[in-house]
């Protein structure tokens, strides 16, 4: 059947499914953590799904004033500021020796803690970790 | 009243390589999936596109399984891509992702 200009107009209002990604992949040494943000933004960009990221532990190295000295480090420049456009959140949740290497701007927008985690996760149609 | 006759469908991620114990346990619950008449769609990503010409995944393929692998991977590791899976971008999972009733990953 064709589709009409009527149907093109019309606002889609299905709730788009969430998706959480949980990094906890250290991306100094383990380049599934740039893999896990890559998958991150090219599925987010369709607009089709939620996509939210948390950057568990040694994962929060990926929002660190050093990001881009990292292995595969154009990823997380690239990458994670698109999941954000698109409306998703980059959250961190640095163990202590990570909180060291990242700006206190950065931990206080984007900190999250485990009953806000596992809020999250119950949300989320689908969990991914890394 | 009519039977719901609809397949569901199924949607599986597998990013680690065919040697690791999750590469074996995604493809038990897409033998299972297919055992009970699902739809399975499942899409190798990273380490596991060296796993698209597995004996394993191919036996899988001959019973229904619908078999993505993601041509960057492939491409990072010199993986010519064949005639045994649809290679594509992250597209191909999106539509994964959003299509099927459930989706799981095995990382």
């Keep these: 059947m064709m589709e009409t200009l009527a149907d093109k107009l019309k606002v889609d209002l299905k709730p788009k499914r969430k998706v959480l990604i949980i990094i906890d992949a250290d991306p100094r040494t383990n380049p599934r953590a740039a893999e896990a943000v890559r998958l991150a933004g090219g599925v987010c960009v369709w607009e089709q799904v939620e996509v939210n990221i948390v950057l568990h532990h040694a994962a929060a190295h990926a929002l660190g004033e050093a990001a881009a000295d990292l292995p595969e480090g154009k990823m997380y420049k690239q990458f994670l500021p698109m999941v954000r456009e698109k409306g998703g959140r980059v959250y961190v949740m640095p163990d202590d020796q990570t909180m060291e290497a990242l700006d206190t701007e950065v931990i206080l927008k984007n900190h999250i803690k485990e009953p806000a985690l596992a809020e999250l996760a119950a949300e989320a149609a689908i969990v991914i970790r890394f | ?107």
Excluded at chain 2, 75 to 97: C, F, H, S, W
């Design chain 2, 1 to 107: 009243m009519e039977q719901e006759s609809k397949a569901r469908k199924l949607g599986i991620l597998i990013s680690v390589a065919p040697t690791h114990a999750s590469f074996h346990h995604g493809l038990q619950l897409a033998a299972a999936a297919l055992t009970a008449k699902d739809e399975v769609y499942l899409y190798c990503l990273d380490d596991a596109v060296a796993g698209v010409e597995d004996q394993r995944v191919q036996t899988l393929r001959g019973h229904g399984l619908r078999l993505f692998a993601c041509a960057y991977a492939c491409q990072r590791r010199k993986i010519v891509p064949g005639e045994n899976a649809l290679y594509g971008g992250l597209t191909l999972l999106n539509d994964v992702m959003s299509a099927t009733d459930r989706f799981v990953s095995f990382n």
